[in-house]
């Protein structure tokens, strides 16, 4: 049998809805008004536009391990946005009987991923931005579904570097993204209860993850790959 898209995980829906704050017209995201106690953020097309990037290095090494090129369409790359690499494998393999290496074709797409972010750059979503800066001192974290290297990295090209307390990464937690445990944990870094934070994500895996937290949340609308 098929499985899931990558966000459609059973066992962590969380005991209320995320409340979702819709983009509409041509805006990426609609920002909150209430004031919350913690403001938690995903990285990859949330605060960055790094996803068509991001593709295109997943495209390049999925080739290299010699997946064929119908693996991995755009809407199941967004089925399995913050989700870790290696995780991305394991769906890829399960979903189309493939036996590809998850850690060498994960640390592949990695490699690629920088090589790529070194040669482009790297532009921050302004819209969030904007309200980043706003905050001020408001306890802020980011809970991304990259490595901590690639992250910093990314952060550091878009020119986002020392504004958040806390980065978390999935290496930090036993579940990732869509299990609540890396929101969860950002709450309890920032010392604020979950039910007042909000979480700010772009893909089903997180919103997944921020409903199970218990948290608000605020939709961030994503642009086309191409």
């Not at 969380?14 to 008004?33: F, H, Q, T, W, Y």
């Not at 394991?90 to 070194?118: P, W």
């Not at 482009?120 to 931005?129: H, K």
Request: aromatic share 8%; with cysteine; net charge negative.
């Amino acid at each position: 049998a098929i499985p899931a898209a990558c966000g459609q995980t059973a066992g962590f829906t969380g005991k209320r809805r995320c409340g979702i704050i819709s983009a509409v017209m041509n805006k990426r995201v609609d920002l909150p008004e209430k004031k919350y106690e913690g403001y938690i953020f995903d990285l990859d097309g949330t605060l960055v536009d790094s996803m068509p990037l991001h593709y295109k290095a997943w495209r390049k090494a999925l080739a290299r391990a010699g997946a064929p090129e119908s693996v991995f369409r755009e809407d199941e790359f967004y089925s399995c946005g913050g989700k870790s690499a290696n995780d991305v494998v394991y769906f890829l393999n399960e979903r189309y009987g493939l036996v590809l290496d998850a850690e060498s074709t994960a640390a592949d797409k990695r490699r690629i991923y920088l090589e790529m972010l070194e040669q482009e750059g790297m532009q921050p979503i302004g819209e969030v931005l904007e309200f980043v800066h706003s905050l001020g001192d408001a306890p802020k974290a980011i809970a991304t579904g990259s490595a901590i290297p690639g992250a910093r990295r990314t952060l550091a090209a878009a020119g986002l570097t020392g504004l958040f307390d806390v980065i978390l990464t999935p290496e930090d937690v036993e579940h990732g993204k869509p299990a609540p445990d890396m929101f969860l944990l950002a709450a309890e870094r920032l010392g604020a209860a979950p039910s007042r934070c909000v979480v700010f994500e772009d893909a089903v895996p997180g919103i997944a993850a921020a409903a199970a937290a218990g948290m608000d949340c605020v939709r961030v609308r994503r642009t086309s790959l191409s």
